[in-house]
Structures are given as structure tokens and as C-alpha cells.
T-cell receptor, first 120, second 109 residues
Framework: GAVVSQHPSRVICKSGTSVKIECRSL??????MFWYRQFPKKSLMLMAT?????????EQGVEKDKFLINHASLTLSTLTVTSAHPEDSSFYIC????????????????FGPGTRLTVL | DAKTTQPTSMDCAEGRAANLPCNHS???????VYWYRQIHSQGPQYIIH???NNETNEMASLIITEDRKSSTLILPHATLRDTAVYYC??????????FGTGTRLTIIP
């Protein structure tokens, strides 16, 4: 159980285009999903927290107009990188948190496999 | 501010137990200790978490000292597939996870 999927797994796009990444919790419902970015040889950096039915909360320094997040259901969140540029090339990872009480002692986050974005 | 301190890297022989330490001297009473690992070019994988008591599951054991200022993740019989970066994270149960630099564990054949 507790499987999170991401689509696509990798994408190459031209500079100036927009790219949408989907994150799905396959066998559980998640009111909260998170989006991370990871540059080579670096640790994961949280970009934003996505709550179902409400606006996402962005971390300091993350442009909300560039990284659009939609969390329309309890199993799906999307991240759209608008007007992508080469510096946006990175490994984007989502996670989904189980609903309170479903994993015993406390909530647990489960991560997707990641999406590698390359902007030419 | 980093809540945890982990060694940068460790080696372990295949088939032996891998013991990964983590210091969290400023942990508060309601904060949990979580362990995740990230195999190269994949998303992090949840391993185990605990509050006060030692915990064990099919993947690993988590030993938390009585004062809760440190913990050890134990992989009982390491295999080559356990080569990964291991992250020890201290957070309240419903908070976002903050990743540090972790420990790069290499299993030696």
C-alpha cells in the first residue's frame, strides 16, 4: 500500500514552454501533498504544500506564478512549470501524506518516483 | 537550523548489519524521528518512524535512546540494494518534512 505515482517520469521541453507534472496517490487519500525540487548532488528542497480544495502554500523564494499547483481531489495534485527556462531543469518529486489516523501513530508521507525535467 | 546530525558517509559489508546513527539533541517531546532513504535518481522511500519506543518493521529497526537525543537505524542484513542516501528527520507528525544532507551508505560486496 501507500503508493504514489508521478507522470511523466521525464520530460524534455523547449525554453518558454509550460510543463505539467501529475502526482497521484494510488491506494490512499491525501488531503495534503508536497512538491520538492532536487538539484544534482543536493538534498530535497520543499517548494510548496498543496491542500485539497485550497490554495497551495509556497516556501520562501519559490515563485507562485511560475510554479502553479492544483490539488483538485484527494488523490491528485498537479505542478505546472510555466515559461520554463534551463535553470528550471531539475528533479521534481511529490509526496502525499496519509489522512490523520490512517497510519497508526502519526501521519506518514510517501513519495513519488520523481520527474526529471530538462529545459533546452 | 539543522535539527539532526548524521555522518556524511558510511560503508558496510554485504550481509552485515548496517547501523546508521543520528543525533537530535534538541528534539522536543512531541516530535517524531523519521527515516527515509533515496536510491539514486528515485524518490525517497519511507523506512520507519518512532516517538519514544524502539520500532521494528520488515525493513529496519529504529533504536531511540531513553533521553531521545539520538537514534540508530539498523538494517539487519545489508544487501547491495540498500546502497542509498539515508535521511533522519525530526518533525511533528503533521508537519512538512525538512531534508538535511543525510548519510550516504555504501554496501561493499
Amino acid at each position: 500500500g501507500a503508493v504514489v505515482s508521478q507522470h511523466p517520469s521525464r520530460v524534455i521541453c523547449k525554453s518558454g514552454t509550460s510543463v505539467k507534472i501529475e502526482c497521484r496517490s494510488l491506494d490512499f487519500q491525501a488531503t495534503t501533498m508536497f512538491w520538492y525540487r532536487q538539484f544534482p548532488k543536493k538534498s530535497l528542497m520543499l517548494m510548496a504544500t498543496s491542500n485539497e480544495g485550497s490554495k497551495a502554500t509556497y516556501e520562501q523564494g519559490v515563485e507562485k506564478d511560475k510554479f502553479l499547483i492544483n490539488h483538485a481531489s484527494l488523490t491528485l495534485s498537479t505542478l505546472t512549470v510555466t515559461s520554463a527556462h534551463p535553470e528550471d531543469s531539475s528533479f521534481y518529486i511529490c509526496s502525499a501524506r496519509t489522512l490523520p489516523g490512517t497510519s497508526g501513530s502519526t501521519d506518514t508521507q510517501y513519495f513519488g518516483p520523481g520527474t526529471r525535467l530538462t529545459v533546452l | 537550523d539543522a535539527k539532526t546530525t548524521q555522518p556524511t558517509s558510511m560503508d558496510c559489508a554485504e550481509g552485515r548489519a548496517a547501523n546508521l546513527p543520528c543525533n537530535h539533541s534538541t528534539i522536543s517531546g512531541n516530535e517524531y524521528v523519521y527515516w527515509y532513504r533515496q536510491i539514486h535518481s528515485q524518490g525517497p522511500q519511507y523506512i520507519i518512524h518512532g516517538l519514544k519506543n524502539n520500532e521494528t518493521n520488515e525493513m529496519a529497526s529504529l533504536i531511540i535512546t531513553e533521553d531521545r537525543k539520538s537514534s540508530t537505524l539498523i538494517l539487519p542484513h545489508a544487501t547491495l540494494r540498500d546502497t542509498a542516501v539515508y535521511y533522519c528527520i525530526v518533525q511533528f507528525g503533521n508537519e512538512k518534512l525538512t531534508f538535511g544532507t543525510g548519510t550516504r551508505l555504501t554496501i561493499i560486496p
